[in-house]
């Protein structure tokens, strides 16, 4: 088939089906176009058979298959173009507004738009977390008991394998596939490559690979699969028509492999090797001032996976000073404050949906100091609540910094539950930690009403998009 047909087959098979009107959704295998329809009766089964570059058709329970063969993703990707039917892989703004300019504005919004997707996944973990942390403090249950390891390794698996969700959700909004995306995510938290990289001296074809973790990380598979998406379009532009279904996978993957590993991974894990000695620099050189910037940047910090840095730093202190000067506290009140952020948001909304998963998300950061429901699916999701955070963890580190309160151990959570790291033979120590979170987050709290403004369409369109994408994700995958 002509590639300027497929825009008038794809306009033929949705009007067979009833128009626009009659699709909730469509998405595509190997070689099938798959439709939930609202009402079957309508569809012409017999026009739709008999379209040029339609193979056949049929009834799979409720969903409509229209076979199309190897150009089904040139059909598909035509529809999406030119209609308004959400699909799997539903093209976004940027794929459609090719000269649309450039901006943070856009990079934020690429990046919300591949978290959000998560948030039942997010909230789903950080809750188990709080489960698990209640059940131990209060002695109901013992770390060393089955129901406490299980409990605790299924909140876990939410944030250590967000790569590979990460790979699927990215996919999806930069236009790519969505099965190739997880496995770009896969490939970074496998276990032999991360016994590999733990043994040293792993190449690919000579070229080194940078020893780094990607466990809980989002932002290189982000910017992996992205570039995916684009090597993935050259290589369905000029791949021959009947092997492209196996050229498509192989071709890309070849590709993305070694620039992955050896590239685009490492970039996110070489800038943080200099966060333990900024972070020092900044204690040192400002003082308490260096807690408040801490606090007001680690949000960020978590956003481009940086975070994971801090780790030796914090182990190296411990083991150096016995106590931890500046990290834990600005990273347990930036915890509190995203916390703060979206209980303004729950607490000014009008949206019911809103409310509802901006509390939840609430409770999550400031009980178990998981912050990656609140800070992606709210926070930075409407911008405004991300700098009222900010603005809180300035005050509140600054209130901490200048009482000089120090962690005396590593916190089980960096959330309300870390206060007991804070005791020791001087009670000021807590106090001043306590105060600061407390102000701080009164800050947030206000900050965040003032600055945030609900927009007049209904909120609550990408929540119900959640949901869907994450019924239908299967469907996209077989």
Partial sequence: MAKNNYDALGKSIVESLGGEGNITFFTHCMTRLRFNLKDRSIVDEERVKGLEGVVGSQWS?????????????????????????EGAAKVSEEIKEEKKKFSISTIFDAFAGCISPLLPVLIGSGMLKIVT?????????????????????????????????????????????MGLGMMIGGM???????????????????????????????????????????????????????????????????????LT????????????????????????????VGVAILAAAWPFMVLTGMHSAITPYLTQSFATLGYEPIALTAIIIANL????????????????????????????AILAGVTEPAMFGINLRFKKPMVGAAIGSLIGGCIAGLGQAHAYAFAASAGVFAFPIYITDNIMNLVWMVVGCAVGMLGTFISTLILYKEEATDSTEESSETVEASTDMTGAME
């Fill in 337 to 364: 404050n995203q916390g703060a952020a979206a209980a303004a948001v729950a607490f000014k909304s009008k949206s019911l949906t809103v409310k509802s998963s901006a509390a939840t998300c609430s409770i999550t």
């Fill in 188 to 258: 970074l938290i496998h276990p032999n490559f991360i016994n590999a990289i733990a043994e040293g001296n792993l190449n690919f074809l000579s070229i080194p690979v940078y020893s780094a973790s990607y466990a809980s990380t989002i932002f290189p598979a982000i910017i992996a699969v992205f570039v995916m998406s684009k090597v993935e379009q050259q290589v369905v532009k000029f791949s021959p028509t009947a092997i492209r279904a196996i050229l498509e996978p192989l071709i890309t993957l070849l590709v993305m492999i070694p």
């Fill in 61 to 85: 329970g409720e969903q409509f298959q229209v076979i199309i063969g190897a150009q089904v993703g040139d059909v598909y990707n035509s529809i999406l173009k030119n209609t308004t039917i």
């Fill in 133 to 177: 942390l209640v059940l131990n403090l209060t002695g109901a249950i013992s770390p060393e008991s089955g129901t406490y390891i299980i409990l605790d390794f299924a909140g876990d698996a939410g944030f250590y394998f967000l790569p590979v969700f990460v790979g699927a959700t990215a996919a999806r909004r930069f236009g790519g596939n």
């Fill in 261 to 288: 590993l050896c590239l685009i991974g490492p970039i996110g894990a070489m800038l943080g090797v200099y966060v333990t000695a900024g972070v020092m620099w900044l204690y040192n050189t400002m003082g308490f």
